[in-house]
């Protein structure tokens, strides 16, 4: 390789050495956010991350041994894949920031680590990186501690009808046999009626002090075993009724009687809590309720369905946003979700969440 080689090289290693420096601290800004918020074991992060940039500070600078200085760098960048990876999967703000920014540290790293070639360090660099392979394969993130209901789900009731002039309804309690399907710490099966409107409402809230649950219980699946047939879903976006700036996006879901029931159909609402998170999805909500970080301070599962029993005629405009079961129903959410907010739910004040 000639002199005019090897100088851009160099420079293209100078760089990159830089960049990630920058990352680095930038993953110690974000372990600090969360070692500002109580968690003791983020320091540990900010540790590293600031020694991990100083050492490549150092690796920059062209000190002696700099090319060993830089594979030393690598454990700042394994411990931030590692650390900032597994809660990264609840799709939240903060966990994503560190998530990328773990693998912004760990592509700047391989580039930066290519051009030390054969020399022993590589090898020291390959190591390190499947270290961390083996971690991902074998390792489970901690469960997150369980958080019980602020109040039971049956004293809904209460305030939903104190909420809803007109309705009357009664929590009815399912049969044992569906309660052990359920597996819920606390739920209410609460049918409302009025005089004045020509609905049946139910409303039918779950909650898992422990985060750690299967969720069997979704209207897509139990409603069908009823003889209902799915006819569509979809997932609207509606304003939080408490917390501004905020959107719900719940699943809605339209079923119709099927072979041999009376000609009805059912608008449904239904939406998962996750520590705090909305997820519309069970598949998501499974991940981010299983899904743990060290320092978590707990974690919880709700799922609450909001369903209006209509007519058969009714179901062919009932997705319509301006239809009057359509309007009903997202009265009654409103209703349900701010009461749940603001009696029932525990608040985890973190950016974590479940």
Known sequence: MTQTQVRPTREVSRAAAVTLAVVLMACAALAAASALDGRRQAWLGVGIGVAGAAVLALAVARVAYHRWLVVAAAGAVVYFVLSTAPPAVTREAMPLARMGAALAALGVYLWLAMPLGPMPTYG??????????????????????????????????????????GWKGKHQRLPESVEGALGADEYVNLTLTSASSPYDVLVFATYNANAMTNIPHVPWVCMTQSGYRLVTLRQDEIPHPTKVGMELKPNVILFEAGEGMPPSGALMFQYFNVGGTYEASRQLARIMATSGAIGRRGSYL?????????????????????????????????????LLEQDYYPDLHGSEGG
Do not use: H, N
């Not at 993130?141 to 958080?147: I, Q, S, T």
């Not at 039971?152 to 002039?165: H, I, K, S």
């Not at 959410?333 to 701010?338: H, N």
């Open 302 to 338: 709700a799922q609450t369905q909001v369903a209006i029993y209509l007519p058969q005629d009714e179901v062919e405009k009932a997705m319509d946003r301006e239809s009057p079961p359509y309007r009903l129903a997202r009265q009654v959410l409103d209703t349900v979700v701010a």
């Open 124 to 165: 020291v660099c390959c190591t390190a990186l499947a270290v961390a392979a083996a971690f991902f394969l074998l390792w489970e993130p901690p469960p997150p501690k369980p958080v019980p209901i602020a109040r039971p789900l049956v004293d809904l009731e209460d305030g939903l009808l104190a909420r809803l002039p």
